[in-house]
């Protein structure tokens, strides 16, 4: 994809909103314009249109303005893709399997990708969907605010983190990062949270089982991660020149999981102000595919605190990966295994709404505003270190679209 798309500057044309959607009908001798065909039709008819067209005519009978409310959500959600299109880019230029959007294979870093593979095989191909899927909600969310007569959001002007110069990656962007992958703060809370009954929506603080602090999710450079190291299949043994990159990719798989942890709380607090039943639809539907990510990179990321590759230690930053399943680690780290298992990952029943009576329901946490809101997002990715670098103007840009969407009333 060219980087025009990545930064929603020049997303995919869209023609205007009143425009007709030409269908040839074999009986006509013109085309028929569609939607006055659909409005003729009525309800009884439009269910008889196969179910690609009938999406297309729903799309052009929306085409009024936004609601304000509407287009806040919708600006902050292109934004919040245009931040994971960067990342996942990076991350699918050195790990993924092919280029963007079923393009040609991709060498990517073969240490990186071979200790991604450590996690999971199919590690490549996962990380080029989930970098498609992200590519494809920026544009499409640019593209229907443009399409409703909207600005696109464009942080083209933000694109100059230095990133890495390790073997893989495009070296046409080197300099030209939006994110930053090269030291980050990778909270854990969520591996916790969703093995406990516990919310934090009511009130519940809780901590992940070990820290990632000031760790590269991707190699540096060849200087640091040489791309001729031959990575083991696990265990890997002590000493070994892949334990840096095997920690690396490590902390790739727990950043994957944060990252999506982030859409699976945010677009539920989105779509709970949204007015239109359109935007509600919209919010639902890209929300959802956030879960499936998380859901993914949750199981892959306990691979990793997991025999036979458990116990790496990076020899450079002393960052070890604990066996979460272990008696005996989990009594030395003061853990308790019904909150690590690296198998439970499907979300425990909690605490929900809050009154008496109610029994534990297995849910999507936290959704409040507060906690998984669009300013909670940017803080929570701040944190991470994802933005280090990045100018005033950035941030400022960032709080406004956040604060103007937390700040929408549902009508
Ligand atoms: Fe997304
Ligand atoms: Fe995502």
Redesign the pocket.
Known sequence: MKEENLSGHNPTPIKPASNYLEIKDSNAASPVRRRSFIKGLGIVGATLLPGSALLKAQAINSSNKLSQGDADLLRFAAW??LV?SDL?TQYNELGGATAPNDGPPNVGNPPYKAALQNLDGDMPQYITD?ND??LS?AAFLNAYLQAHGEKAIDLKQFHKLPGSTATGVDKTKVGKRLTNLLSLNVDLGWYTRYRSGQNPDLGAVLNGPFKILNQPAIPLSDTDTPPTVVVPTPPIPAGSPALRIQAIANTAGFHFAF??Q??TSLYPTLALKASSEEVLRILLSIGG??ID??SLWHDKAGNAVSQPLAGVTDPETNLNFPDLNDPATLARLHLQLELTQTNKIQPEPCAFIEATGLPACSVIRPTSTQLGGAVATVNSFMADGLFDGQKDAFFDQAMQLATAADNVQRR
Do not use: A
Request: aromatic share 12%; proline share 0%.
């Open positions: 919040v893709e994971e996942w989930n899927d992200e909600h990252i999506e982030g859409g595919v956030e990510h998380f």
